[in-house]
Each structure stands twice: as C-alpha cells, then as structure tokens.
C-alpha cells in the first residue's frame, strides 16, 4: 500500500501498512473525508512522522485525539496553527514551560518548532470528525500508533516518553523504563493540571536525561 509518510518511517511502519486493519482504517478514512469535514487536513494526517524522521526521534510525547474545531488541528499532538487561540491545555503546557525553564509563553501554540527538533507529537488517534471528539476511535488508528510507539522503544534507545493523563499512561505501559526515560503525570487539561501536571518539571528533566546521553537539549 503507497503511504505518503516521510520515507523513514515508510520503512519502520512497512508491516503495518500491509496488515487487514490498516486497509480497513484507510478506506475508513478516505470514506469520511469523502463524506463530511475531517480534521486535520489530509495532507497532514501524518506530520509528526513527516517533521520528525525515525532516526531524529530524541522524545516522544503522546496525545489522545487531534482537535475537532475548524482550523486548529495540524496533525501535531497538543498543537494549533499560528492565529487559532490557542486551547486551555496547551496554555496549561507553556504555563509549566515557564515555570520550569524560565522561557516565556509564545505568541502562538505552533509546535512544528519542537518537531523539528525531535520531538514525536503524536496522537493515538490520528483524524476526527469536525465537531465530534473521539469520532475515529477504536477504528484502526490506536493499533498503527501503538506499533510506532513499540518500534521506537525496541529499537532507539535513551528516549524521553512523556506520558500526560492515563490515557497516555496506558499506551506507554510496556515501555521499558531501563532503556529509555518514562515520565508520567495527570493531564495538563484544567481539570487535572492542579492535581501534578503543574510543578511535574517534565521539560527540565528531559533535557538533563538528553545531555547526559549526549544529545541536543530541547528549546521548547
């Protein structure tokens, strides 16, 4: 099957795009952008593999769903393009930034800038229907996300998985903790950002594990 996928991870993921769920996931997908509004746009259904090749990979952050509102998914997890407000847990991420590393909150919530600097943003899920969170789930999606996650975690090694909310926690569960850095917490979403996520130094800590395998840290 021809996937337009940054050509490293065509390689990686080849499996996955032979298998019967992935066939079945696509004609999903290209039903429903066939049929009504799906975010993000199609060209972008795969951009964090396409700015972050397999071999760039430095952390790993995992979401749950692309955003449903007009004009605000990218295809990047947590992101917005430039001019879209940017949402309440992503205000939340750059609050912490702050307080954590001193750098002041951006002017917009674009976060192509840390993919280009190997920073995986991945959704489980990776379209939605406009309007309707959790639309494309439990139809393919989780199970070729879940197969990246693996492969990253078997075959790279010294990564930071960051791991926000249980949702994020579950799917990272058979990472092992002695190849690479797991760092977990409650989600930075208004409802849990109070209860851990605030005051977690997540980005502190990633990069203290980066330069003490001796890799570039973050400028997040």
Known sequence: MDVRIDESWKRELAEEFEKRYFEELTTFVRGEYATTTVYPPARLIF????????????????????????????GLCFSVNKGIKMPPSLVNIFKEIAADTGRPMPTDGDLTRWSEQGVLLLNATLTVRAGNAGSHQRRGWEEFTDAAIRILAEKRSNLVFILWGSYAQRKGAFIDRNRHLVLSSPHPSPLSAHAGFFGNHHFTLTNDYLVKHGKKPIEW
């Open 47 to 74: 951009n964090a593999f396409d700015h972050c090749p397999f071999d760039k990979v430095k952390v790993v952050i995992i979401g749950q769903d692309p955003y449903h509102g007009a004009g605000q998914a990218n």
